[in-house]
């Protein structure tokens, strides 16, 4: 793209297997289309919905060539190429650059959970080295690291920052980098349940994982956020909300591949050493679907 704009609905991809558990290149092709076709602002592959750590190498290539052709420079491809690891996430952002990426999605490192100096110098390497502007991405409940504000106000002014994913849970902690960040810093949503407040507070959207689920009924909430219109927002929060909560009701991408199963869009497997949705949650999600006027008589 010639212009890199971080702002909308950006989905976190799931990645459709096969009932060998081999990747479903077909199914994953007719999810994009419907993406698009939604009109969502963003493709995020191979990240965390995307169960990247249960991917080869040449699928994870494969995933991102398929994303990058379907988008065809209308929307930005963003994969996740962070890893724990400085000289590999250099690496894989590069080779993502390689394989016509827009941008990169970079966790703070798992595991070893660096201090400051050294959670500054990961993004400061990947950002110089990589090729491609960052979106700095915190997720504590999986790294055991939250990025404070403090620590994102060092790495923000690097070249190449270009937005982060705030999924520590906390509005709080929204609240601070939206007052503190410089304005070339784009703040999206982590977490679905909070990204109407956070964007009618002044972000800039979401990397949404319920937008796998209801991508329209997601754009929708974030462009009346984006607008200010508080009715509609507010109204399409609370038509997603238990859909979101069921969602999140066992680890995340368990419940959306089962919410896109019950769908007919593809199936509901996933790698080991994740395992199928419980039939509650099943349940739940059928709850959700309904409720949101995607399975039968809405609400």
């Known amino acids: 793209?010639?212009?890199?704009?971080?702002?909308?609905?950006?989905?976190?991809?799931?990645?459709?297997?096969?009932?060998?558990?081999?990747f479903d290149e077909q199914g994953f092709v007719r999810l994009l289309d419907r993406q698009l076709d939604a009109g969502v602002h963003g493709l995020v592959p191979c990240g965390t919905t995307g169960e990247t750590p249960a991917l080869d190498d040449?699928?994870?290539?494969?995933?991102?060539s398929l994303t990058v052709k379907a988008a065809g420079g209308r929307v930005p491809v963003i994969p996740g190429t962070g890893t724990n690891n400085s000289v590999e996430s250099v690496a894989r952002t590069q080779r993502a650059r390689e394989l016509g990426?827009?941008?990169?999605?970079v966790v703070t490192p798992y595991y070893n959970k660096p201090n400051p100096d050294g959670l500054v110098a990961h993004y400061r390497r990947v950002s110089e080295e990589g090729g491609l502007p960052?979106?700095?991405?915190?997720?504590?409940s999986r790294?055991?690291?939250?990025l404070v504000p403090g620590v994102l106000s060092r790495i923000s002014p690097l070249p190449g920052i270009a937005a982060v994913k705030e999924a520590s849970g906390s509005?709080?902690?929204?609240m601070t980098i939206l007052h503190e960040r410089p304005a070339s810093l784009?703040?999206?949503?982590?977490?679905?349940?909070?990204?109407c407040p956070m964007t009618l507070m002044g972000g800039d959207g979401v990397i949404s994982v319920v937008s796998n689920v209801d991508p329209q009924g997601t754009v929708r909430l974030v462009e009346?956020?984006?607008?200010?219109?508080?009715?509609q927002a507010r109204s399409e929060h609370y038509r997603q909300l238990p859909l979101i909560r069921a969602l999140f009701s066992e680890t995340n991408p368990v419940p959306a591949k089962a919410a896109l199963e019950l769908l007919s869009l593809v199936s509901s497997r996933v790698r080991a050493p994740l395992a199928a949705a419980s039939e509650q949650t099943r349940a739940l999600l059928s709850v959700g679907l309904r409720y949101a006027g995607l399975l039968g008589d809405a609400r």
Do not use: H
């Open 1 to 22: 793209m010639s212009s890199l704009q971080i702002r909308g609905v950006f989905t976190a991809l799931v990645t459709p297997f096969q009932d060998d558990s081999s």
């Open 58 to 64: 040449a699928e994870w290539e494969r995933i991102i």
């Open 101 to 105: 990426a827009d941008a990169a999605l």
């Open 134 to 140: 960052l979106v700095v991405y915190n997720v504590p």
């Open 143 to 146: 790294t055991g690291l939250n």
């Open 171 to 174: 509005l709080g902690q929204a």
């Open 186 to 195: 784009a703040l999206l949503s982590g977490e679905d349940e909070l990204t």
């Open 224 to 231: 009346a956020a984006l607008r200010g219109d508080l009715e």
